[in-house]
């Protein structure tokens, strides 16, 4: 049995796929530790979110599937193709990447959590609105999610942020992989910007490229057309 698993991101809910998701294909949608659905537990590695959303699941033996992750989600997907190459039979980066923290984003991820230390709210506050293109065209979208990111811990923002600061590259791993890699991609995106992800692809000839325009970090919202149709797309490959 193919199974599709939808990852959300960083200060985000699996509510963001209901949209985006075409009613004619099921999906797993779990909830990312931390996030909301309890505040007792968090992870501060990619590698104990994987395992966490991979019980989840309810995996049997005859199990495949198909991963898709937008942003931190991105990073717990390809982590969990790597746990189970064999049983991988596609990843689709929705906003999101395979490569690892540069130096620089290191340095703003410590500043990241000494903020999230400091006043969770006001820094997600911060952060949601430099996610979007144009965030005053999306004020109620934010307004719900930053509502949502209230039941949060500073602890476990700042677990996830630490999460995110040490996970490793997984590009050398995907230059080897036969299964299809997808990239949705916001040309406005400032947390990706687009040079960035034009040289992981580079390094990925194999991988199929979606750029979406005048849309930045949060397509399932800023278009959510274009998001359903690459989710569409992508699926199609693997179920009928």
């Known amino acids: ?31 990312l530790a931390g ?17 966490h959303i991979y019980a989840q699941i309810d995996p049997q033996d005859s199990d495949e599937y198909v991963w898709i992750g937008h942003s931190m989600g991105g990073y717990i997907a390809v982590h969990l193709a790597k746990m189970f190459p064999k049983k991988t039979k596609g990843i689709a980066f929705f906003h999101s990447t395979a490569d690892c923290d540069s130096e620089l984003k290191k340095q703003d991820r410590l500043r990241a959590i000494e903020a999230a230390e400091k006043h969770k709210a006001l820094y997600a506050a911060n952060l949601i609105d430099g996610l979007f293109q144009n965030p005053d065209a999306h004020r109620a979208a934010i307004h719900d999610q930053l509502q949502k990111i209230e039941t949060m811990t500073a ?5 996830s942020l630490r999460a995110m600061r040490e996970r490793e590259s997984s590009i050398p791993f995907l230059q080897s992989a036969t299964f299809p890699i997808h990239y949705f991609v ?6 990706l910007p687009l040079e960035k992800m034009e040289a992981e692809w580079k390094q990925l000839p194999q991988a199929a490229v979606t750029i979406v325009p005048e849309i930045g970090h949060m397509g399932h919202i800023e278009n959510i057309p274009a998001a359903k149709k690459f989710i569409k797309e992508f699926i199609s490959l693997f179920v009928s």
Request: hydrophobic letters at 40%; zero cysteines.
């Open 1 to 31: 049995m193919i199974k599709t698993i939808a990852i959300h991101g960083f200060l985000g809910n699996n509510e963001m796929w209901k949209d985006i998701f075409p009613s004619t294909f099921s999906f797993y949608a779990p909830q």
């Open 35 to 51: 996030h909301g659905n309890d505040d007792i537990l968090f992870h501060s590695s990619i590698e104990e979110f994987a395992k």
């Open 155 to 159: 602890e476990s923002t700042v677990s």
């Open 186 to 191: 916001g040309a406005n995106d400032k947390v």
